[in-house]
């Protein structure tokens, strides 16, 4: 009894310690990184806040209203950094983990599905930087008081750009999430496209919840929005059809 107990346990343990390494070997990516980017993390907030310091009034600039926040804001943002740039490497982990338990016909759309997930996010956090950010940021300066001098603290404009970064990152998902619930049989594309006026109005209120109170963010994280379920429902039929 005890024996099958033992034998029967062991594929459970040999599961957890790979999955121990593999996670271990994510740290270990994110720290070899982190210390790269360590040097540069001046640099790195100031290339960040261009955005921002682009539409601050001449007299003005960004302060620290923190002792600490100096030194653990740059932190942050390289650490945070670190773990953006390594997760090519930290979804590669996870898919040699889930690979060997799919079929042939499963790893054929998982691995363009995991590859199509990393562009997207990028992209929709290089959309939030080179788009969004410049038109909320002008909106904000440009709505100050008369007499109210525009110094945004530094450890409060890492928070409101990494909320967005995630904001848009994950909202370029979508086409992922429709893909993967049309290939399961979970959701048909067909009639998923019939409830486009439902999706729009949830696109506007995701974006009132995860953007600034302003109808440009709004609006910039929206439509993307609503664009990429027209794309995922476009590919959910071509894998629906295969499937």
């Given amino acids: ?12 343990m040999a599961h957890l310690l790979e999955l121990r390494n593999r996670l271990l070997r994510v740290f270990i990516a994110v720290l070899v ?22 539409f601050l009034p ?28 390594s997760m090519p490497y930290t979804l590669y982990q996870l898919w ?3 690979a060997p338990a799919l079929y042939q016909q ?9 590859c199509a997930s990393v562009i997207l996010f990028y992209t929709g956090m290089a959309f939030a930087y080179y788009l969004v950010f410049p038109l909320v940021f002008m909106f904000f300066t440009s709505v100050a008081p008369e007499g109210i001098s525009v110094m945004p ?3 409060a404009y890492l928070d409101f750009v990494l909320k967005l970064f995630m904001a848009f990152g994950l909202s370029f998902q979508i086409p992922i999430a429709v893909v993967i619930l049309s290939w399961i049989g979970t959701v048909n594309p067909n009639k998923l496209a019939k409830k486009r006026p439902y999706v729009f109005v949830l696109c506007f209120v ?7 109170p302003d109808i440009i963010s709004q ?7 609503w664009l990429l379920f027209e794309v995922g429902i476009l590919f959910g039929r071509l894998v629906s059809n295969k499937s």
């Fill in 153 to 155: 603290d530094i450890r």
């Fill in 106 to 114: 499963e790893k054929k759309i998982a691995v363009p599905l995991f």
């Fill in 206 to 212: 995701i974006g009132m919840l995860l953007t600034p």
């Fill in 58 to 85: 001449s007299a003005s600039t960004m302060i620290a209203t923190e002792i600490t926040s100096p030194f653990l804001t740059p932190f942050k943002l390289t650490l945070v950094s670190a773990m953006f740039v």
């Fill in 219 to 225: 609006a910039l994280l929206a439509i993307p929005m």
């Fill in 33 to 54: 990184i982190f210390a790269i980017l360590f040097p540069f993390s001046e640099a790195l907030y100031l290339y960040i806040s261009e955005p921002l310091r682009a």
């Fill in 1 to 12: 009894m005890t024996e099958q107990k033992t034998a029967s346990s062991q594929p459970l």
């Fill in 96 to 98: 040699a983990f889930v």
